[in-house]
T-cell receptor, first 112, second 111 residues
Framework: DAGITQSPRYKITETGRQVTLMCHQT?????MFWYRQDLGHGLRLIYY???????DKGEVPDGYVVSRSKTENFPLTLESATRSQTSVYFC???????????FGPGTRLTVT | TQLLEQSPQFLSIQEGENLTVYCNSS?????LQWYRQEPGEGPVLLVT?????EVKKLKRLTFQFGDARKDSSLHITAAQPGDTGLYLC???????????FGAGTILRVKS
């Protein structure tokens, strides 16, 4: 039972580079979410998806792009990384109609 | 400005003490959840409360949802070092599957 996995777990990149964070879930949950976690801010929603090919912006979407061609995958791309995007990124999933979310282990991203 | 305000932000106590963490908002939520997060890991759901005034117990943890569904509390009895972690409350709005998270309470229980 793999659940929800994220890769890479750690990433260091330079300002201006494109970087993609991967998220994969094995439960066939319809909803998937991307959050960033920063000290003092808790978890802030970046993007979410209600189903394959359906995505929508969250609270802090600027500088990020998502896609969801398959139910199980929800990659997050930083098109041109900035230092302010240094953070820990969490992917989560939930069953439609339920607010209970299941989180991956996170990706710690550092932009130098 | 956080939609959900958690207090205290940080709590350091001795093993065996009791504590309460608060989660407050001016908004009404259809349900409220508590998560616990350990270093290097993602948050793990502890409980969901749905009905105003609802009280749920999970071993030494007691969760309460306010009557007006705007606030919640988490009470831990006889805290143990294993309770150490970041506690997050999250509120569900009426529409959609989205959650709003509080900034969290860091709990440290010393042995």
């Amino acid at each position: 039972d793999a659940g929800i996995t994220q890769s890479p777990r750690y990433k260091i990149t330079e300002t201006g580079r494109q970087v993609t964070l991967m998220c994969h879930q094995t439960w066939s949950h319809s909803y998937m979410f991307w959050y960033r976690q920063d000290l003092g801010h808790g978890l802030r929603l970046i993007y979410y998806s209600a189903a394959a090919d359906i995505t929508d912006k969250g609270e802090v979407p600027d500088g990020y792009v998502v896609s969801r061609s398959k139910t199980e995958n929800f990659p997050l791309t930083l098109e041109s990384a900035t230092r302010s995007q240094t953070s820990v990124y969490f992917c989560a999933s939930s069953v439609q109609g339920s607010y209970e979310q299941y989180f991956g282990p996170g990706t710690r991203l550092t932009v130098t | 400005t956080q939609l959900l305000e958690q207090s205290p932000q940080f709590l350091s106590i001795q093993e065996g003490e009791n504590l309460t963490v608060y989660c407050n908002s001016s908004s009404v939520f259809s349900s409220l959840q508590w998560y616990r997060q350990e270093p290097g890991e993602g948050p793990v759901l502890l409980v969901t409360v749905v009905t105003g005034g609802e009280v749920k117990k999970l071993k030494r943890l007691t969760f309460q949802f306010g009557d007006a569904r705007k606030d919640s509390s988490l009470h831990i009895t006889a805290a143990q070092p294993g309770d150490t972690g970041l506690y997050l409350c999250a509120g569900a709005r009426v529409m959609g599957n989205k959650l709003v998270f509080g900034a969290g309470t860091i709990l440290r229980v010393k042995s």
